[in-house]
């Protein structure tokens, strides 16, 4: 079992769709990253939570600590949106990442 | 700024090229990182350095081997590779090499070992 789950693998939505992606871990963490990653692109820091709620825009990461879950929620998602999204696992020590198998979001127009 | 550079963003090389990969960024960040990257594959930690100081190598082949000249410079030399290193190699920079920092990512090069 990995340490960092993330579901779904694949998800698609029509445009104006509020989407859900979820982000399961077991490893002791001092903060929860979410990044996205467009097609041959780098990767851009969403969110970086270590309780609580974020807002930005359009997109909203939580995390409960004591379940060791977060979710990340798009509202009126917009084929822009279309990437990978990836949970990762803040350690604590030495910055290391442990990085979820990503979620491939498709926004159809 | 807040942008982290990558050299070159692609590059072909020989199985027994020389080959250098530069990261540079001006955020003032004590840490930085290489990570290698496979086609539908989350991004997988080779180096992290502190202080300009290696805290940690991920048990990474000697073909590859970083060097961090000053705070805002990271290099990846890169020796008599195999076909399987063909991936895209990301550098990130942040604050403090602790997980509760932000990362920020470059852009990548793509490597093709040929």
């Known amino acids: 079992k990995n340490e960092v789950e993330q579901s779904p693998q694949n998800l698609t939505a029509q445009e104006g769709e509020f989407i859900t992606i979820n982000c399961s871990y077991s490893?002791?963490?001092?903060?929860l990253h979410w990044l996205q990653q467009h097609p041959g692109g780098g990767i851009v820091s969403l969110f970086m939570?270590?309780?609580g709620k974020k807002k930005h825009g359009r997109l909203i990461a939580t995390i409960n600590i004591q379940e060791k879950h977060s979710s990340l929620h798009i509202t009126a998602s917009h084929p822009r949106d279309s990437a990978v999204y990836i949970c990762?696992?803040?350690?604590?020590?030495?910055?290391?990442?442990?990085f979820g198998q990503g979620t491939i979001l498709t926004v159809h127009p | 700024d807040t942008e982290v550079t990558q050299t070159p963003k692609h590059l072909v090389m020989g199985m027994t090229n020389k080959k250098s990969l530069k990261c540079e960024q001006h955020?003032?960040?004590?840490?930085m990182y290489w990570y290698k990257q496979k086609a539908k594959k989350p991004p997988e930690l080779m180096f992290v350095?502190?202080?300009?100081?290696?805290?940690i190598n991920e048990s990474v082949p000697s073909r590859f081997s970083p060097e961090c000249p000053n705070s805002s410079l990271l290099n990846l030399h890169l020796h008599a590779l195999q076909p399987e290193d063909s991936a895209l190699y990301l550098c990130?920079?942040?604050?403090?090499?602790?997980?509760?920092?932000?990362?920020?990512f470059g852009p990548g090069t793509r490597l093709t070992v040929t």
């Open positions: 990130a920079s942040s604050q403090g090499a602790v997980g509760h920092y932000e990362q920020y």
């Open positions: 990762a696992a803040g350690g604590t020590s030495y910055g290391k990442l442990t």
């Open positions: 350095y502190s202080y300009e100081k290696l805290s």
């Open positions: 955020m003032g960040h004590r840490a």
């Open positions: 939570l270590s309780s």
């Open positions: 490893v002791g963490i001092s903060a």
